[in-house]
């Protein structure tokens, strides 16, 4: 098997989250929903349940939402991550996580899968910054879709999906990345048609009316 395609294997059936949880001692700790936490860069953290939000800057701009076998590492000084909802999560020294895959002559294929996940955070906030804010609204409701249900909402072709208890205004914002005020304007059409029920929790969409809106009126 060449190096390339044991790549494929490992990344394929997610064996690094196994791995290390069998072979390097990490600290298991948990967060509660709404808890905040700021850790070293000397240390990174494997989620085993739950879902965490990784964040940056005083406007707590959100980079990575991360639920179970995903890694998050401190990407920015002033970065931290708050749990979205109740989350168990076990914390690793890098140094010793090394020592081990270099024993195991892993760390060239973690280093690589670490990296093509991090060009994957990196170009989707390149490509988020890119877009109308219209089209960003549009994106990260499936992104948050695809998350609870594992399909675009397109792939829907009928019924009312409830959004997770944590898919608040507040949180929205911050995923879309624009002015209150903006991002209020660009939010309406879509509660003013039904398409979207955002008054109280949990939110829920039409799929049906979210699909003959975007086909009859959208054109990104």
């Not at 939000?53 to 639920?67: D, F, N, R, V």
């Not at 877009?131 to 695809?146: A, G, P």
Request: aromatic share 16%; charged share 25%; with cysteine.
């Amino acid at each position: 098997m060449s190096f390339l395609e044991f790549q494929a294997y490992i990344e394929n059936d997610d064996l690094f989250p196994f791995y290390l949880r069998k072979h390097v001692l990490g600290k298991k700790k948990t967060i509660g929903q709404g808890q905040k936490i700021s850790y070293p860069t000397d240390k990174f953290v494997l989620i085993d349940t739950g879902l965490v939000a990784a964040s940056y800057g005083k406007k707590q701009i959100i980079y990575q939402l991360a639920g179970k076998d995903q890694f998050v590492f401190q990407n920015q000084l002033d970065s931290h991550f708050e749990a979205f909802e109740y989350t168990e999560y076990r914390e690793f020294q890098i140094k010793d996580v090394v020592v081990q895959l270099e024993k195991e002559k892993l760390l060239d294929y973690f280093l690589l899968f670490l990296l093509k996940k991090e060009e994957k955070i990196i170009q989707k906030l390149v490509e988020l910054g890119a877009m109308h804010v219209d089209k960003r609204i549009h994106y990260q409701l499936n992104e948050i879709f695809l998350l609870v249900y594992g399909c675009q909402i397109e792939d829907k072709q009928k019924g009312v999906y409830n959004f997770p208890l944590w898919l608040k205004m507040s949180v929205f914002e911050r995923l879309v990345r624009t002015s209150p005020a903006n991002f209020s304007k660009k939010l309406q059409p879509l509660i003013q048609k039904y398409i979207l029920s955002s008054h109280q929790n949990p939110w829920h969409i039409n799929v049906k009316l979210w699909n003959t809106f975007y086909k009859k009126f959208c054109r990104f």
